[in-house]
């Protein structure tokens, strides 16, 4: 997700102290949102692959233990 970038040139204010300030702090806003939607996006697809991967080696663990484990079917 690309933001567009506006490259037109804006004239300098006489007082540059000042009149950047509300610029900067509207910056600062944007970033913890997009910090925060670009975290959940990558944490939902580590899901994707980290769950089932937790399942699949539960049942592969199970079954192995399961094959150490189990009667042995050849004594009475």
């Not at 199970?62 to 009475?76: A, E």
Request: net charge positive.
């Amino acid at each position: 997700m690309t933001e567009k970038k506006d490259n037109t040139k804006k004239p300098s204010p006489t007082n540059p102290g000042n009149a950047s300030e509300p610029e900067a702090l509207a910056n600062l806003e944007k970033a913890p949102t997009h910090f925060a939607q670009t975290f959940e996006s990558s944490a939902r697809r580590r899901e994707r692959m980290v769950y089932p991967a937790i399942v699949v080696f539960g049942i592969m663990g199970i079954s192995g233990f399961w094959l150490i484990y189990k009667p042995d079917q050849r004594c009475p």
